[in-house]
């Protein structure tokens, strides 16, 4: 259903086909973050056109399937094993938590943000330069004063850079000096973000605070969203089991079936609850809906991803078991579609399967195999603390969720 | 005779998972865009339409007889 609310020239898409059209429209241009400028302003998702796709196609020559298998393979679990071990011997965690320190380790490895001390102590500033950067691409649905918090934010970033982020460029920098003079080879160049836009800036010249920017957006980007993701997973394969027992043993041991799971979750929970696009020109879509120039429009994926007429009468239930038509994603339009779909989308979510998929070579994703990691550690609501919402936003997004392990 | 495939070059992002699922039917150019070399006309219909249903750019249009296929 489209829906023109004249007097604002807004339009709000509601079906699943229209909003696939929206998104693949040229001269529908992003506005999700216009008011999280503070971080969002110039990185990947905010530009269009020819420059979206300049930088795109420079940042994709590491989100490409050589990359994630190297991460989902030699990088990903030993880190995931690392960050839950304190938490198993423990026996419980707050999964919330666990899902940003989690998730910040591994997309501190995909953006390039080292961390040279390895302590506890540096990692937890890191995590708070990230929640900052996370109010930031979130300042629209923020409940807090957004003046005051853009301020903070932009504080953040300052000194983010100067203890995070230069100690990585001038290390990459050094590396690849080191290559250039035949010390190392090109295997042992760091594959991030953060490498990728070094040897492209050529081609980019980005000033440094876009730079900044852009890998800030690549930190708070892979983690928040896949945090959020990986504790929603846990709590609908929790609720699924809690009716559908004789599911328990597929959790442990399938991958594709925890892989299914996340990408119904995801599905039912889109990181951002909406889509906009600003009208550059005037655009017919399919259904004959004609928006004016300058018109809004938003992409209610609430409404979208439970469309009936794509995903059944049960569309707003979890069901892992879910038929699909053809060329309907599993995990709707979360992801969004057109040039602006998730450039780590298979990163985080893996591959979507087909039905001869060689599981030995499958790449399933950094969640399903995060949410499967938990599962075989005996994952479970804690009965004295149940969950929180998070107040302090307008998305619904679990602010804390106690767990037990073992 | 089988369907025909066009890369708009104007939408792909290059992601490059039209060239890991059929390495024989795609490339980049030098431009890192996708293209279809020899190998795609050995691609059977369903697969080339599986392929362009996968592209998250939407990119690649498939044709049959010279009307583009619905992909939706």
Redo the contacts between chains.
């Keep these: 259903m489209i829906t023109p609310e004249a007097s604002v020239a807004t339009f709000t898409i509601s079906s699943f086909e229209a909003a696939k059209d929206v998104y693949r429209q040229k001269d529908l241009r992003q506005a999700l973050y216009d008011e999280g400028e503070v971080v969002m302003s110039d990185v990947l998702v905010n530009l269009h056109g020819a420059e979206h796709r300049k930088r795109r196609r420079v940042e994709n020559r590491i989100f490409r399937r050589e990359t994630f298998d190297h991460y989902e393979r030699d990088l990903f679990p030993k880190v995931t094993e690392r960050t839950l071990a304190p938490y198993v011997v423990k026996g419980g965690v707050d999964l919330v938590h666990l899902g940003h320190e989690l998730m910040l380790n591994l997309a501190a490895l995909t953006a390039g943000i080292d961390r040279p001390e390895g302590t506890a102590e540096e990692t937890q500033r890191l995590y708070d330069y990230m929640q900052w950067f996370i109010k930031g691409a979130t300042l629209a649905h923020s409940t807090e004063d957004k003046q005051a918090l853009a301020a903070r934010i932009s504080q953040a970033l300052d000194e983010w850079d100067e203890e995070f982020l230069q100690p990585s460029i001038s290390r990459r920098k050094e590396a690849l000096a080191a290559l250039e003079a035949g010390e190392i080879t090109e295997n042992d160049l760091p594959k991030d973000v953060l490498m990728t836009l070094l040897r492209g800036n050529a081609e980019l010249d980005l000033p440094a605070y876009v730079l900044r920017r852009e890998i800030a957006f690549f930190l708070l980007a892979g983690a928040h969203t896949s945090a959020t993701a990986f504790v929603r997973s846990i709590d609908h394969i929790l609720g699924w089991l809690a009716d559908h027992p004789e599911d328990a043993g597929r959790v442990a041991t399938d991958p594709l079936f925890v892989q299914r799971c996340v990408h119904e979750t995801v599905r039912l929970n889109p990181s951002s609850p909406v889509g906009m696009r600003w009208a550059l020109a005037p655009v017919s879509l399919k259904s004959g809906t004609e928006i004016p120039e300058g018109a809004k429009v938003i992409i209610d994926l609430q409404a979208v991803n439970r469309d009936p007429e794509v995903f059944g009468p049960d569309a707003a239930d979890f069901n892992p078991y879910r038929e699909l038509p053809a060329g309907v994603g599993p995990f709707g339009l979360s992801f969004a579609a057109g040039i602006h779909v998730c450039i780590g989308q298979d990163l985080a979510a893996g591959v979507v399967p087909r039905t001869d998929t060689d599981p030995g070579t499958h790449l399933f994703g950094l969640v399903p195999g995060a949410v499967q990691y938990l599962f075989n550690q005996g994952v479970r609501r804690d009965p004295a603390n149940p969950p929180q919402r998070d107040a302090h936003t307008q998305r619904p997004y679990w602010g804390t969720y106690p767990a037990l392990l073992g | 005779m089988g369907f025909e495939v066009r890369v708009d070059k104007?939408?792909c992002?290059?992601?490059?998972?039209c060239v890991?699922d059929a390495p024989a039917a795609f490339r980049f150019d030098d431009?890192?865009?996708a293209e279809p070399v020899a190998g795609v006309s050995a691609l059977g219909d369903d697969h080339l339409v599986?392929i362009a249903?996968?592209c998250?750019?939407?990119a690649i249009q498939v044709f049959d007889q010279g009307v583009e296929v619905t992909?939706?």
Excluded at chain 2, 13 to 17: A, L, M, R
């Design positions: 104007d939408v992002i290059s992601s490059g998972k890991a431009d890192e865009i599986e249903r996968s998250p750019s939407g992909l939706d």
